[in-house]
């Protein structure tokens, strides 16, 4: 038997205000006057709760997915990005901090949350966002083409780019102030505890490559020593068990300052670090 669908109450009156096509402050309001809920709504959220009770992503069912100041279309074959991620835009945005016209490097971007965070949260900033797999890629031009997020970005002086390619093998790019990530990097064999993880994120969004999970965190912190300029900043995302031998890989690799921080369940998530400046 799977456990009870988590937060439930709150998923159930989501899917009240997605039947009902209102914002759940319109739910509210509309609970206050005493609005009955129409017929078809009732049922519409009958088989949205059905699907919810069955562990299918809230996300999924709406079709959307919020991300700081955003929202953003997910869906199936496209990782949902979490809160804990959130945490990577603001140390962006302190290392972007006193840049003029910064130049960003987002690997592994999947919907394009965090290129899309930047680039509306870092004025004036250049914003490359890189994916390998077909059905995120096609969710990041979605979310980058949205009329709200478009006039965001221009508003910000900003720009994002969208590009095709493994992160092992990028092309020709140019030199970067701030690379970021939040790559697949669980190790092979742990299943994910959570049926919404395990059975509708995409594997390839997930699994990092060998027994450690370490061989795409690996590739990115290759990236940044190929693309980031001299003081530049990496910030890479995480499993919790990784914080130790990412910061040995990074001071290997030249990188200075190698720090671990810990997301909102105070569990390691990020790690940071520089290249030193030319002297």
């Known amino acids: 038997m799977r456990p009870q669908c988590p937060h439930a109450a709150a998923d159930a009156r989501l899917l009240l205000a997605h039947a009902w096509d209102c914002t759940p402050g319109e739910l509210g309001l509309r609970s206050l006057r005493g609005t009955a809920v129409p017929e078809p709504v009732r049922a519409r959220l009958a088989d949205l709760l059905e699907r919810r009770c069955a562990r299918e992503p809230l996300q999924h069912i709406t079709g959307s997915a919020a991300f700081r100041y955003l929202e953003l279309a997910v869906g199936p074959g496209v990782f949902i990005p979490r809160p804990e991620t959130e945490l ?93 990530s939040n790559p697949p990097y669980i190790p092979a064999g742990r299943t994910p505890d959570a049926p919404e993880v395990g059975e509708h994120d995409p594997a390839s969004a997930l699994f990092g490559g060998g027994a450690d999970g370490m061989e795409l965190p690996a590739a990115v912190v290759r990236a940044g020593v190929r693309v980031l300029r001299p003081g530049g900043t990496i910030v890479v995302e995480h499993d919790d068990t990784q914080g130790a031998a990412l910061r040995t890989l990074l001071t290997a690799s030249g990188f200075t300052g190698a720090r671990t921080h810990r997301d909102y369940t105070d569990r390691d998530r990020f790690t940071t670090a520089a290249l030193p400046e030319e002297s």
């Open 88 to 180: 990577l835009v603001d140390q962006v945005i302190a290392a972007a901090r006193g840049i003029e016209r910064p130049r960003i490097l987002d690997l592994c971007t999947g919907s394009g949350a965090i290129a899309l965070a930047v680039a509306t949260e870092v004025p004036g900033s250049t914003v490359v966002a890189v994916e390998k797999e077909e059905a995120a890629l096609a969710a990041a031009h979605r979310n980058v083409d949205v009329d709200t997020h478009r006039h965001a970005v221009a508003a910000a002086g900003s720009t994002v780019t969208l590009l095709a390619a493994d992160i092992r093998e990028l092309p020709e790019i140019g030199a970067f102030d701030v690379l970021v």
